[in-house]
Nanobody, 115 residues
Framework: QVQLVESGGGLVQPGGSLRLSCAAS????????MGWYRQAPGKQRELVAAITSADSTNYADSVKGRFTISRDNAKKTVYLQMNSLKPEDTAVYYC?????????WGQGTQVTVSS
């Protein structure tokens, strides 16, 4: 059974930082592309960042230079370091694993950026 469990969300002031984690089980983690997505109220879910099995990364333009995605294959965990957070980063953040069109999602973690 595949499980992706996100953690690390919370309330932070503008300009602050958070690090999200996504622990995976039930998949061969090292060969999966891992991604972070977010969905704000009333908006569609969007890609934030992704990292391939070869550690190639891509980011949404809105987070470039502020967010960093990384992975630890030994711990089967993907991270999203979020710096210089803005109110518009407020959303539920989801982790996704992908391999050959087979996708799995986590349950999401809430990130709220507010003073």
């Amino acid at each position: 059974q595949v499980q992706l469990v996100e953690s690390g969300g919370g309330l932070v002031q503008p300009g602050g930082s958070l690090r999200l984690s996504c622990a995976a089980s039930g998949i061969i983690f090292s060969i999966n592309t891992m991604g972070w997505y977010r969905q704000a109220p009333g908006k569609q879910r969007e890609l934030v960042a992704a990292i391939t099995s070869a550690d190639s990364t891509n980011y949404a333009d809105s987070v470039k230079g502020r967010f960093t995605i990384s992975r630890d294959n030994a711990k089967k965990t993907v991270y999203l370091q979020m710096n210089s957070l803005k109110p518009e980063d407020t959303a539920v953040y989801y982790c996704k694993s992908s391999i050959f069109g087979n996708d799995h999602w986590g349950q999401g973690t809430q990130v709220t950026v507010s003073s």
